[in-house]
């Protein structure tokens, strides 16, 4: 019987073997950000996406083993749907999701973009699954996104792309109310708000002085959080406009800009952008624009609104902001005087689209009830909603307490002039009208008390009275069956772990 070769050369010479094939299978797929794959991530998120794909393509035609190019097909993927908002697309598109991050372990586990991508990709088709209700597949996405990325974090710390995604989920994870967060340590993440908004601040101080890709991502990523934690729209708007949105020819910016001017209460600005916004088959369609110049002109009270939520229940195939939009259709009609086109549309937003997201349960709530809004505190709520204070204040002062007399009015009266007084710096009088509409609304199914007391809570933390900040907070989640439960407790939650 032949024995094996057991001398030092022969062991040698198979380890090197072993050594070259795997240094060549290694390096056979590789991460290349090169200019072609830059080019076709700008149009990305730009919202051509047919620009992004096609150069996507050219680039897997000349460099097939460069799997930045299969990563950024993930992001084509997750601005459809999230352009389009339908389910059709989102699980035509989903099939793609396990043979993409199939292709990308098979990368070179030496570049920092190895993990960074596969967790990219997870939390991308995270953030979709949570927008079509699919919460138990979000979460092991998000779990696998935290596990990569603080993975990563360690083995490339100089690696500034990685604080983008995880400035995001530190920040998500810290504002997640305390009575689910046992499931969050369960699964063996931490997060803290200030941590995320310092990580994804420090990031985008990080782009200005160098040239790094995500700069324009990380802005948009960083306002969004800052209006929606922080409750700070005065600082989101003041970072997408020193970071030059919005950029010609970009439909995202353009959404950023209008999102953050809408609900950060710059409507003027908002509207100009929009009015101005790139038009064309070079972009994706994205009826929810629609949406955000109808709501715009309803904040300003003017008469052609319902037009534009008319345009956007038409245009969108999707479930959600349709109840929102015929009451807001409902709303423009009452501001006419129509009361018969209003019960036609309010009827509708009972019947028609999802109630997923708080404007939806908000709309049908009050499909479901028996009366009308009343006009003089519509049009004060609108007025005040879009920066318009002294008009929104003209309103109340045409109303008293005494014009009221169901308790659900009474508390809106004082619950709509202590909003007024708050933005208008009177804080002593704000917290005593935010204290009566937390008695007289602390039972209803309305979310004034629970937003008083939320508002509460931020004028005692910047006065650095911390026990009774902490306590407002408390009393807002404490809130239960409320129209925006879930957007006030994650703010209040925000709140209290920045007092911590």
């Known amino acids: 019987m032949n024995k094996l070769p057991t001398n030092k050369k022969f062991l040698s010479a198979v380890l090197m073997g072993i050594f070259v094939f795997t240094s060549f299978c290694l390096s056979a797929q590789t991460f290349d950000f090169n200019d072609n794959c ?63 991050l199939s292709l990308l372990m098979s ?25 079509f209700g699919e919460y138990m597949n979000s979460i092991f996405e998000i779990r696998k996104a935290y596990k990569l990325l603080e993975e990563n974090e360690k083995e490339f710390p100089d690696f500034n792309a990685n604080k983008k995604s995880l400035g995001v989920l530190y920040a998500l994870l810290g504002s997640v109310p305390d009575k689910y967060k046992w499931g969050v340590n369960l699964l063996g993440m931490e997060g803290s708000v200030e941590k995320g908004i310092s990580y994804l601040k420090e990031t985008v101080e990080f ?30 708007w003041e970072i997408i406009k020193t970071n030059g949105f919005p950029k010609k020819g970009n439909l995202m910016n353009v959404y950023t800009c209008a999102h953050i001017g809408v609900y950060g209460k710059h409507t003027d600005e908002a509207l100009r952008i929009l009015n101005a916004q790139p038009t064309g088959n070079g972009f994706a369609p994205f009826a929810f624009l629609n949406y955000l110049t109808g709501l715009a002109k309803l904040n300003k009270i003017d008469s052609d609104a319902d037009s534009y939520f008319k345009k956007f229940v038409a245009e969108y195939k999707g479930e959600n902001h349709i109840k929102s939009s015929f009451q807001k259709i409902a709303w423009s009609y009452l501001q006419k005087g129509d009361t018969v086109n209003y019960f036609h549309f309010i009827n509708k937003a009972e019947n028609l689209g999802g109630s997923m997201v708080d404007a939806d349960k908000q709309a049908l709530k009050e499909a479901q009830g028996s009366r009308m809004p009343n006009i003089s505190l519509l049009r004060a709520r609108l007025l005040f909603d879009g920066g318009y204070y002294q008009k929104a204040a003209d309103e109340m002062n045409k109303i008293s307490e005494a014009n009221f007399r169901t308790v659900e009015e009474q508390t809106e009266y004082f619950y709509r002039t202590a909003r007024i007084y708050d933005e208008w710096n009177k804080k002593d009088s704000a917290i005593i009208l935010y204290n009566k509409t937390i008695e007289k609304g602390k039972d209803l199914p309305r979310y004034f008390a629970a937003n008083a007391a939320f508002e509460s809570g931020k004028i005692y933390e910047k006065r650095g009275v911390k026990e009774k900040a902490i306590e407002c907070y408390n009393l807002c989640m404490s809130f239960e069956n409320h129209e925006y439960k879930n957007g006030l407790d994650q703010k209040a939650k925000a709140g209290l772990n920045r007092l911590k």
């Open 38 to 100: 830059r080019k076709a991530y700008n149009a990305t998120i730009a919202l051509k996406l047919n620009e992004g794909s096609l150069l996507l393509k050219a680039e897997v035609k000349k460099n097939p083993d460069n799997l930045i190019a299969l990563y950024l097909e993930n992001y084509v993927d997750f601005l459809t749907v999230y352009t389009s908002d339908t389910r059709s697309e989102y699980e035509l598109l989903k099939k793609n999701k396990e043979v993409r």
């Open 207 to 236: 782009g200005k002085k160098n040239d790094f890709i995500y700069q324009e991502e990380t802005v948009t990523i960083y306002a969004f959080l800052l209006l929606h934690l922080q409750n700070d729209g005065e600082t989101a």
């Open 107 to 131: 990368g070179d586990p030496r570049s920092p973009y190895y993990l960074f991508t596969q967790a990219e990709v997870n939390l991308q088709w995270a953030a979709l699954s949570i927008k």
